[in-house]
């Protein structure tokens, strides 16, 4: 029998299919996922739990017409697949490929790009009001995990939507988890709302029998409807949604498709703000994934048969998660914060050790910065790992609330730097540039798991004020034998004559790989390596440019606001004249693809940054040969 999937090149195909078709569209579907996903990695368990959501979604809506945005956007695989992009899939979250996420330059059907949680409602209540401006007619519907509701902007939205009754679909994709299981309020309250799913099937059929009943009809319409109303408030748990102005239809079985599809109907007639919540299971139809969703939710290449995730090695944020244990075994008032990713920042063990000590905000990095500074304030010292992309969201809590006071907050800033094949969204390529720029705030960077066990023990145990470590994702290891971290001091690592690299974090091993490249063309470059970011130890700095007279500075980071430019800043105001390089990511967003690639791309490999230097130094030579 043929491939029902072969068939569907865009949503229109959807349309045509029976019920049965349409599931056995959905068992191909997760065949598909798995088949793939396993050879490219990728966010595997949140697909195999929307398969029948997007199907049914895609049967119903007229995309690209009507418009849906994905929150976060990890779970946007199988929109793509059916919406003409299944022939790609090989080239998933590949240079050049296929995005892991949303991406309006990718296809009409994505309307808006998407990477971080709690977004979605924001944005679909503008699309919305700017589809009322113009006088349209177009359904746009936002689709959320329960896991967004543990974030505050959400909230906002919501309340702006239902106070202003703006016609708008939203779909919550209730699984229980984020990355790692949610806690809070919000997700207890989800489980307990039972609401029989034949219900508002069966309130459209009275309403269009009594809408035919002349006079009388809208009025028994009107009366059942607020007996209806009171009862169930007597009966059954008040919805957080249906206070905030939206018609609450669910919990709906996310694997129903027959089910769905008729939700769907029904919110389409409706003109008002619906919310649908959708019960589904993470990883649904690979058991697997059922089993440990969490390790299928963001998973490298994978053995699809047995289910066999290749051990990846040690890592920064594992060798943090260790020494944290460690240090907080000596010193009971160490206390660690996550936003919902106890696993993907190394929290794991701390969490099992110390369950006193740990605290799970979830997807509220703006709640857990001032949180942590509260804890700070109260004589505790806080670690709150983040990824740097999720760090941004709480930029001004870290600066208003923790920097501003000088609070003792440690900030491990994982996956800083480029981290390769989730794009756009997620490079941590800004957290020099903004963190550089607060008062009181220190940052450091290391090249090695020593240096990161050193640096986290400076920062826990001496260190006053706030203090962020910046690490990348993976285990890049530097090249030189170790020195003990000095907080401040500055490092060199090879000796030369002819150009002074300065450097930091991974980046050390790019310089190493560069001054090899010189060497064989007769230049003698010295590799410095600066640990401590800011506040920069000046006097050094000018020591190691004044003994070569040319600087070249490599970091893992934007150049604008970057460790480049603040040493050209100490270079200018110290008046030292000298020929001066940094080499950085532009201010342009840096898409998907491994690090090595992005760093060809962008001229940041040592064989451009050798060229460049060798340019550099005999353009000098000239110069001084002329005069």
């Given at each position: 029998?043929?491939?029902m999937?072969?068939?569907?090149q865009?949503?229109?195909?959807?349309?045509?299919?029976?019920i049965r078709?349409?599931?056995?569209?959905?068992?191909?579907i997760?065949?598909?996922?798995?088949?793939?996903?396993?050879?490219?990695?990728?966010?595997?368990?949140?697909?195999?739990?929307?398969?029948?959501?997007?199907?049914?979604?895609?049967r119903?809506?007229?995309?690209p017409?009507d418009?849906?945005?994905?929150?976060?956007?990890?779970?946007?695989?199988?929109?793509?697949i059916?919406?003409?992009?299944?022939?790609?899939?090989?080239?998933?979250?590949?240079?050049?490929?296929?995005?892991?996420?949303?991406?309006?330059?990718e296809?009409?059907y994505?309307?808006f790009d998407?990477?971080?949680?709690?977004?979605?409602?924001?944005a679909a209540?503008?699309?919305?009001?700017?589809?009322?401006?113009?006088g349209?007619?177009?359904n746009?519907?936002?689709?959320f995990?329960?896991?967004?509701?543990?974030?505050?902007?959400?909230?906002?939205?919501?309340?702006?939507?239902g106070?202003t009754?703006?016609?708008?679909?939203?779909v919550?994709?209730?699984?229980?988890m984020?990355?790692s299981?949610?806690?809070?309020?919000?997700s207890?309250h989800?489980?307990?709302?039972?609401?029989?799913?034949?219900?508002?099937?069966?309130k459209?059929?009275?309403s269009?029998?009594?809408?035919?009943?002349?006079?009388a009809?809208?009025?028994?319409?009107?009366?059942?409807e607020k007996?209806?109303?009171?009862?169930?408030?007597?009966?059954?748990?008040?919805t957080?949604?249906?206070?905030?102005?939206?018609?609450?239809?669910?919990?709906?079985?996310?694997?129903?498709?027959?089910?769905?599809?008729a939700?769907?109907?029904?919110?389409?007639?409706?003109?008002?703000?619906?919310?649908?919540?959708?019960k589904?299971?993470?990883?649904?139809?690979?058991?697997a994934?059922?089993?440990?969703p969490?390790?299928?939710?963001?998973?490298?290449?994978?053995?699809?048969?047995t289910?066999e995730?290749?051990?990846?090695?040690?890592?920064?944020?594992?060798?943090?998660?260790?020494?944290?244990?460690?240090?907080?075994?000596r010193?009971?008032?160490?206390?660690?914060?996550?936003?919902?990713?106890?696993?993907g920042?190394?929290?794991i063990?701390f969490s099992?050790?110390?369950?006193?000590?740990?605290?799970?905000?979830?997807?509220?990095e703006?709640?857990?910065?001032?949180?942590?500074?509260?804890?700070?304030?109260?004589?505790?010292?806080?670690?709150?790992?983040?990824?740097?992309?999720?760090?941004?969201?709480?930029?001004?809590?870290?600066l208003?609330?923790v920097?501003?006071?000088d609070?003792?907050?440690?900030?491990?800033?994982?996956?800083?730097?480029?981290?390769?094949?989730?794009?756009?969204?997620?490079?941590g390529?800004?957290?020099?540039?903004?963190?550089?720029?607060?008062?009181?705030?220190?940052v450091?960077?290391?090249?090695?798991?020593?240096q990161?066990?050193?640096?986290l023990?400076?920062?826990?145990?001496?260190?006053?004020g706030?203090?962020?470590?910046?690490?990348?994702?993976?285990?890049?290891?530097?090249?030189?034998?170790?020195?003990?971290?000095?907080?401040?001091?500055?490092y060199?690592?090879?000796?030369?004559?002819?150009?002074?690299?300065?450097?930091?974090?991974?980046m050390?091993?790019r310089?190493?790989?560069?001054?090899?490249?010189?060497k064989?063309?007769?230049?003698?470059?010295?590799i410095?390596?600066?640990?401590?970011?800011?506040?920069?130890?000046s006097?050094a700095i000018?020591?190691?440019?004044?003994?070569?007279?040319?600087?070249?500075t490599?970091?893992?980071?934007v150049?604008?606001?970057g460790?480049?430019?603040?040493?050209?800043?100490?270079?200018?105001?110290?008046?030292?004249?000298?020929?001066?390089?940094?080499?950085?990511?532009?201010?342009?967003?840096?898409?998907?693809?491994?690090?090595d690639?992005l760093?060809?791309?962008?001229?940041?490999?040592?064989?451009?940054?050798?060229?460049t230097?060798?340019?550099?130094?005999?353009k000098?030579?000239n110069?001084?040969?002329?005069?």
């Amino acid at each position: 029998m043929d491939k029902m999937l072969e068939t569907i090149q865009a949503p229109s195909d959807v349309k045509r299919l029976s019920i049965r078709e349409l599931k056995q569209l959905c068992s191909e579907i997760r065949e598909f996922l798995i088949e793939n996903v396993s050879k490219t990695g990728g966010h595997l368990a949140s697909n195999l739990g929307v398969v029948e959501l997007t199907v049914a979604l895609e049967r119903v809506f007229n995309f690209p017409d009507d418009k849906i945005i994905f929150d976060v956007g990890h779970q946007a695989y199988v929109h793509k697949i059916l919406t003409g992009r299944r022939d790609m899939f090989g080239t998933l979250r590949k240079f050049g490929g296929l995005s892991g996420f949303p991406k309006r330059s990718e296809s009409e059907y994505d309307v808006f790009d998407t990477g971080h949680s709690s977004t979605s409602v924001s944005a679909a209540l503008g699309m919305a009001r700017a589809r009322d401006l113009d006088g349209g007619k177009s359904n746009i519907i936002a689709l959320f995990g329960d896991g967004a509701l543990t974030g505050g902007e959400i909230y906002e939205a919501l309340n702006d939507a239902g106070h202003t009754k703006t016609p708008l679909i939203l779909v919550l994709n209730d699984n229980t988890m984020s990355i790692s299981k949610n806690v809070g309020a919000v997700s207890r309250h989800l489980r307990n709302i039972r609401i029989n799913r034949l219900y508002f099937r069966s309130k459209r059929h009275v309403s269009n029998f009594l809408d035919h009943i002349p006079i009388a009809g809208k009025w028994i319409r009107y009366m059942i409807e607020k007996v209806k109303t009171w009862i169930r408030r007597k009966v059954l748990p008040t919805t957080l949604f249906e206070d905030m102005g939206f018609k609450y239809i669910g919990p709906v079985n996310g694997h129903d498709i027959r089910s769905l599809i008729a939700c769907f109907e029904y919110a389409k007639s409706e003109r008002k703000p619906v919310l649908i919540h959708v019960k589904t299971v993470k990883g649904k139809g690979y058991a697997a994934a059922e089993k440990h969703p969490e390790c299928f939710h963001g998973v490298g290449a994978f053995d699809p048969l047995t289910g066999e995730i290749p051990p990846s090695g040690e890592s920064y944020s594992s060798r943090f998660g260790k020494k944290l244990v460690e240090l907080a075994e000596r010193n009971r008032k160490i206390t660690a914060i996550t936003c919902a990713m106890p696993d993907g920042t190394g929290l794991i063990g701390f969490s099992k050790k110390f369950k006193d000590r740990f605290f799970d905000v979830g997807i509220a990095e703006q709640h857990g910065v001032t949180f942590a500074a509260g804890m700070a304030a109260a004589g505790y010292t806080p670690v709150i790992p983040l990824y740097s992309t999720f760090l941004q969201r709480a930029y001004d809590q870290t600066l208003h609330d923790v920097c501003l006071q000088d609070l003792h907050v440690v900030f491990p800033v994982d996956r800083a730097g480029i981290v390769g094949a989730d794009g756009e969204t997620h490079q941590g390529i800004y957290d020099l540039s903004y963190l550089s720029a607060m008062p009181n705030m220190t940052v450091l960077s290391p090249s090695s798991f020593e240096q990161l066990d050193d640096m986290l023990e400076y920062a826990v145990n001496v260190h006053k004020g706030p203090i962020a470590i910046r690490y990348p994702r993976g285990g890049t290891q530097s090249p030189y034998p170790y020195e003990r971290f000095v907080p401040n001091a500055v490092y060199t690592k090879k000796n030369g004559k002819d150009v002074t690299i300065l450097t930091l974090g991974r980046m050390l091993l790019r310089a190493a790989e560069t001054e090899k490249i010189l060497k064989c063309h007769g230049i003698s470059a010295e590799i410095t390596e600066v640990p401590t970011m800011h506040p920069l130890n000046s006097a050094a700095i000018i020591a190691a440019a004044m003994k070569t007279g040319c600087v070249v500075t490599i970091e893992d980071n934007v150049r604008s606001g970057g460790f480049g430019e603040h040493i050209a800043d100490i270079l200018a105001e110290n008046g030292v004249h000298c020929g001066f390089k940094a080499f950085g990511f532009p201010l342009t967003p840096i898409e998907h693809g491994s690090v090595d690639e992005l760093d060809k791309k962008y001229g940041m490999d040592a064989d451009t940054i050798a060229k460049t230097i060798i340019k550099m130094i005999r353009k000098n030579q000239n110069g001084k040969d002329q005069t």
